[in-house]
């Protein structure tokens, strides 16, 4: 199994930028892709990034050109750029690891943008 530990979320004012961790422990040797997600109150999880073990990286369209998705392989993590915060990107960010046929969650890190 993989353990997942997000970090980095925060209150943050609109326009700021935020930096979310991700530590991957374990099997990590199974990972064949990580991601983020995030869910607000009352709408479904949102898929946000991924980035495979090859480095090659997906965005939705509603973070395209404002969030970074980044790992460093040598320390096992992954990372989370974001810029032009805006306070609809309030939410609960989610870090997902997935490969050998299993997934897995992290528990959450809450972002606040304030207007």
């Known amino acids: 199994q993989v353990q997942l530990v997000e970090s980095g979320g925060g209150l943050v004012q609109a326009g700021g930028s935020l930096r979310l961790s991700c530590a991957a422990s374990?099997?990590?040797?199974?990972?064949?892709?990580m991601g983020w997600y995030r869910q607000a109150p009352g709408k479904q999880r949102e898929f946000l990034a991924n980035i495979s073990e090859y480095g090659s990286t997906t965005y939705a369209d509603s973070v395209k050109g404002r969030f970074t998705i980044s790992r460093d392989a040598a320390k096992s993590t992954m990372y989370l750029q974001m810029n032009s915060l805006k306070p609809e990107d309030t939410a609960v960010y989610y870090c997902?690891?997935?490969?050998?046929?299993?997934?897995?969650w992290g528990q959450g890190t809450q972002v606040t943008v304030s207007s």
């Open positions: 997902m690891a997935a490969g050998g046929g299993a997934s897995g």
């Open positions: 374990g099997s990590i040797f199974r990972i064949n892709v």
